[in-house]
């Protein structure tokens, strides 16, 4: 998740799921599992991902808030960039763990426009903290171009569990290699719906709508909700 601090107006006191009642906090929000954070999780680095969390989290198949394994289906976010090239790179989520990163997410939610240029470390007192460690961290996925860039528009996916495959694309000179979930082919998209606009100055390209109104001419009765 981006910087809450970012937001325009905090939110406060917004419903946490059953699932999340046990999760660290911060800002009165829920750290989510895959954030890079102090040994103490109530003080993340909002933006940052853990490498350790993120590998386990694609290995076991498990939600990228709650750190338990996903269910069926799955919920993805995407941007037309991801679907472009057939992965995407953020892991999934349980439908209740998306309903609330959705709405406290500062990108997902469209209340911010462009990325956080510059997440902050600190340096805790804690012996036993990795942050010691935390030189050169790794950038999460498409970070690296990202960073600062107007938002792209997002998308909520939902796909089976049992679609749920995790490919690697190598990359090339002009792309960063990039691990999420196959998209290929695009009829393991059970559904799918646009959560926010692009902001101004980004990429419009975006195959995403045309999927959405391609697939209204063709809506079946087996689509979920
Ligand atoms: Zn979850
Ligand atoms: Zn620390």
């Known amino acids: ?18 699932r999340l009642v046990d999760a660290p906090t911060s800002q009165g929000m829920v750290v989510p599992f895959v954030t ?15 490498p350790t969390r993120l590998r386990e989290v694609w290995q076991h198949k498990l939600c990228q808030i709650c750190g338990e394994p996903l269910t069926d289906p799955a919920v993805l976010y995407l941007r037309p960039a991801d679907y472009l090239r057939g992965i995407a790179v953020e892991p999934g989520l349980h439908p209740e763990c998306g309903l609330y990163s959705r709405r406290v997410c500062p990108m997902l939610s469209g209340a911010v426009d462009r ?99 391609t697939r209204a001419l063709f809506t079946s009765v087996d689509e979920p909700e």
């Open 115 to 213: 990325y956080n240029p510059h997440p902050t470390y600190h340096r805790c007192t804690d012996p036993a903290c990795t942050c010691a460690r935390w030189i050169e961290p790794e950038p999460a996925p498409g970070e690296a171009v990202r960073d600062g860039q107007p938002a792209e528009a997002w998308y909520e996916a939902w796909i089976a569990l049992a679609d749920y495959a995790i490919v690697s694309d190598p990359g090339t000179e002009n792309t960063a290699p990039a691990t999420g979930i196959d998209l290929q082919p695009s009829s393991r998209i059970r559904r799918l719906r646009r959560i926010r606009d692009a902001a101004p100055g980004a990429h419009t390209l975006d195959l995403l709508a045309a999927l959405i109104a």
């Open 36 to 50: 890079l954070a102090h040994r103490d999780r109530s003080r993340p680095v909002w933006g940052k991902l853990d």
């Open 1 to 18: 998740m981006t910087d809450p601090n970012t937001r325009a107006h905090r939110i406060d006191r917004m419903p946490i799921p059953i």
